[in-house]
T-cell receptor, first 112, second 114 residues
Framework: EDKVVQSPLSLVVHEGDTVTLNCSYE??????LLWYKQEKKAPTFLFML????IEKKSGRLSSILDKKELFSILNITATQTGDSAIYLC????????????FGKGTHLIIQP | DTEVTQTPKHLVMGMTNKKSLKCEQH?????MYWYKQKAKKPPELMFV???????INESVPSRFSPECPNSSLLNLHLHALQPEDSALYLC?????????????FGQGTRLTVV
C-alpha cells in the first residue's frame, strides 16, 4: 500500500522565521511528488517534483526531491502570517490509482 | 482560465434525499477526480475519470454515483447517504491521468447529511 508521511504534523513559529517541512514516501511506481497549500477550502498547487536534486523555487518557497532516500522538503523563508495553512504532500504513481495519495499534512501557524 | 468550479458550495441533505454535486473545468484537461476530505484529514481519492471513462473507483459505496457527461463536466450523484458521509467533496482535474501532472482543485462542496 502506498504511504506518504509528513512531519511535523504541526508547527508554530514567529513571523520572519524559516521553516522546513518534510515528506517521505513509499510508493510503487513513483512518478511525481506534489506540494499543496490548503487554507479554508481547496488545496492550491505549489510544486510538482519528478527529478532528484533539482530545486523548484517560487518566491520565498522552495522544494527539492531525493528519489534515492524517498523524501522531499518544502522550505519557506521569511515567513509571514499569510503562510499559515496546512501544507499537503501528495504522490502520484504510474498505473494503478492515477489519483494522488496524500500525507496527513503539516499544520503551520505563523505568529506575528 | 485555471479554474475548477464546483457547485453548490454548501449542501445539507436528509438521508432519503437525492442530490448531485457538479464540477466544471475549461482547461482542456482529460482527467477529472472526486476526492472526499473529512475534518483534519487529507483528501482521499474516490473516483478517477480519464477521457470521460471511469478508470478508478476506490471501493466507494454505491450510494455515490459519478457521471462524466463530457470532457468538461463531472457530476457526483448522491442517494441515501449516511451522516458519516458529511465531508468536503473536492473535484480536481489534470491534463491527463498518468500520475505525473499537477492536479488543480475546485473549492469543494461542504456536504452535511442530517
Amino acid at each position: 500500500e502506498d504511504k506518504v508521511v509528513q512531519s511535523p504534523l504541526s508547527l508554530v513559529v514567529h513571523e520572519g522565521d524559516t521553516v522546513t517541512l518534510n515528506c517521505s514516501y513509499e510508493v510503487t511506481n513513483f512518478r511525481s511528488l506534489l506540494w499543496y497549500k490548503q487554507e479554508k477550502k481547496a488545496p492550491t498547487f505549489l510544486f510538482m517534483l519528478t527529478s532528484s536534486g533539482i530545486e523548484k523555487k517560487s518566491g520565498r518557497l522552495s522544494s527539492i526531491l531525493d528519489k534515492k532516500e524517498l523524501f522531499s522538503i518544502l522550505n519557506i523563508t521569511a515567513t509571514q502570517t499569510g503562510d499559515s495553512a496546512i501544507y499537503l504532500c501528495a504522490v502520484g504513481a504510474r498505473g494503478g490509482a492515477d489519483g494522488l495519495t496524500f500525507g496527513k499534512g503539516t499544520h503551520l501557524i505563523i505568529q506575528p | 482560465d485555471t479554474e475548477v468550479t464546483q457547485t453548490p458550495k454548501h449542501l445539507v441533505m436528509g438521508m432519503t434525499n437525492k442530490k448531485s454535486l457538479k464540477c466544471e473545468q475549461h482547461m482542456g484537461h482529460r482527467a477529472m477526480y472526486w476526492y472526499k476530505q473529512k475534518a483534519k484529514k487529507p483528501p482521499e481519492l474516490m473516483f478517477v475519470y480519464s477521457y470521460e471513462k471511469l478508470s478508478i473507483n476506490e471501493s466507494v459505496p454505491s450510494r455515490f454515483s459519478p457521471e462524466c457527461p463530457n470532457s468538461s463536466l463531472l457530476n457526483l450523484h448522491l442517494h441515501a447517504l449516511q451522516p458519516e458521509d458529511s465531508a468536503l467533496y473536492l473535484c480536481a482535474s489534470s491534463p491527463y491521468s498518468q500520475g505525473n501532472t499537477e492536479a488543480f482543485f475546485g473549492q469543494g462542496t461542504r456536504l452535511t447529511v442530517v
